[in-house]
């Protein structure tokens, strides 16, 4: 493969596990601009940083890429290419132009299915039965470029954001790797990405996560997993206090009672009967004072079922 120059912009395990294929196809990277970890934030991903210190990379975390230090640096490094991978803010046109055969963005979604913030957990909240990763061209508008490749990945029933993401970062990885010779060849396929109404989404904020009981129980599932540990989780305030619900299930039976949400039980099994009077199994649950004892809660439910509001 003919000798190729990026500058790579990158965060998470997508920006490991593509800047790793850009280096095994010998593409040169002359700098890798990551971002520095929110100590506020769980470190559940791998460090851009600490793999490209690891190839004796030059690593910067700069609080703005859209300096014009950077953008001078950036250009005086004549990449071929400018890659962002899960990088965590959009880079301008100066940056995009500095370039000489284009700047590429690889997104965790089947674009233009779920373009902006968290398509994974976006994506699993919606209910969608598949996920992907897209390798398209960068311009002004977020994820809106021309694309190259993308792949599919199922999302099962009862998969969580982190098993999804993980398939995803495959995904990425693949895309990058089978792309780049014809990127580097000048051949690589530019398809036109049509613009779908509604579906841009925004950065999703720990407050999102609280479950609202009169919901589906189909809704309330996709919440709980989509925002599962790593992530802040789904949460709710039952009998007085904070529950994290961290993992439920799907039942396909219902109440036949009629009466608004509560959770009930059945054996040693805790259910909340949520707004459209579906079944949903309670299976893994935290309160302030740890994680919760389920087969005790189904005794007690078993003589007072609990409202839930």
């Known amino acids: 493969m003919t000798q190729a120059r990026a500058v790579v912009f990158a965060y998470h395990d997508v920006g490991v596990r593509c800047l790793k294929a850009l280096l095994s196809a010998g593409v040169e990277v002359p700098l890798v601009v990551t971002v ?3 100590p506020g934030e769980t470190q559940w991903y791998a460090s851009v940083a600490t793999s490209a210190q690891d190839y004796g990379l030059t690593v ?4 703005d890429a859209n300096t014009p230090e950077l953008e001078r640096t950036v250009a005086g490094l004549s990449p071929d290419f400018v890659f962002s991978f899960y990088y965590r803010s959009m880079l301008g046109l100066p940056l995009l132009r500095a370039a000489r055969r284009g700047a590429l963005n ?12 968290a398509p994974v957990n976006w994506a699993i909240l919606k209910g969608a039965s598949e996920c992907g990763a897209t390798l398209h061209y960068m311009v002004e ?6 694309i190259v490749d993308q792949m599919a990945v199922p999302i099962l029933q009862d998969d969580d954001a982190r098993e ?23 051949s690589a396929p530019r398809r036109p990405q049509p613009i779908e109404p509604g579906q841009y989404f925004g950065r999703r904020k720990p407050e999102d996560g609280r479950i609202d009981w009169r919901c589906s129980a189909g809704e309330i599932h996709n919440l709980v997993r989509a925002v599962a540990p790593p992530f802040p989780g789904a949460f709710a305030q039952v009998d007085g206090e904070r529950w994290d619900i961290h993992r439920t299930r799907l039942t396909g039976e219902h109440d036949a009672s009629g009466g608004a949400p509560r959770l009930v039980s059945a054996g040693a099994e805790c259910f909340a009967v949520c707004g459209d009077g579906r079944l949903l199994r309670l299976l893994n649950v935290v309160t302030p004072r740890g994680p919760l004892d389920l087969t005790t809660l189904a005794a007690m439910l078993a003589e007072r079922p609990l409202p839930l509001v």
């Open 36 to 38: 520095a970890d929110d």
């Open 141 to 146: 508008r977020a994820d809106a470029g021309e």
């Open 106 to 117: 690889m997104h965790g979604s089947l674009l233009p299915k779920f373009r902006g913030r």
């Open 164 to 186: 999804v993401f993980a398939k995803v970062t495959v995904a990425a990885e693949t895309v990058i790797a089978r792309s780049l010779p014809g990127l580097i060849a000048g």
């Open 60 to 63: 910067i975390a700069p609080a």
